[in-house]
């Protein structure tokens, strides 16, 4: 999703200040925004669980979050690419092959 919001930004770029940019961004956002509120959280409790709870329960709830979490994701990617996948569908090919995707 940050490709798809950074991509106006990038095609004014070179390749690789536009690959830096988006590196760095990305890693701002996980160790900032998304690791302290949703990442560290959400498995807490399969991490450091409970003295009294079984392991194979506390097991069970870790896979149970971890397999939500990754079907949401891929709904959401999902969501967010299929238009821009179908519409470089519906625009076919560039004519020059590959050079006209990478200029």
Request: cysteine-free; proline content about 11%.
């Amino acid at each position: 999703m940050l490709t798809l919001a950074l991509s106006p930004l990038q095609l004014q770029l070179r390749l690789w200040i536009g690959l830096l940019v988006g590196n760095l961004l990305s890693g701002f956002i996980i160790s900032f925004l998304t690791m302290p509120y949703y990442v560290n959280p959400l498995p807490g409790r399969w991490l450091r669980p409970p003295p009294d709870e079984p392991a194979a329960r506390s097991n069970l709830r870790g896979l149970g979050v971890v397999a939500v979490v990754m079907a949401l994701w891929a709904a959401v990617f999902h969501l967010v690419t299929r238009p821009v996948l179908d519409a470089a569908v519906r625009q076919g090919p560039p004519a020059d092959g590959v050079r006209g995707l990478i200029a």
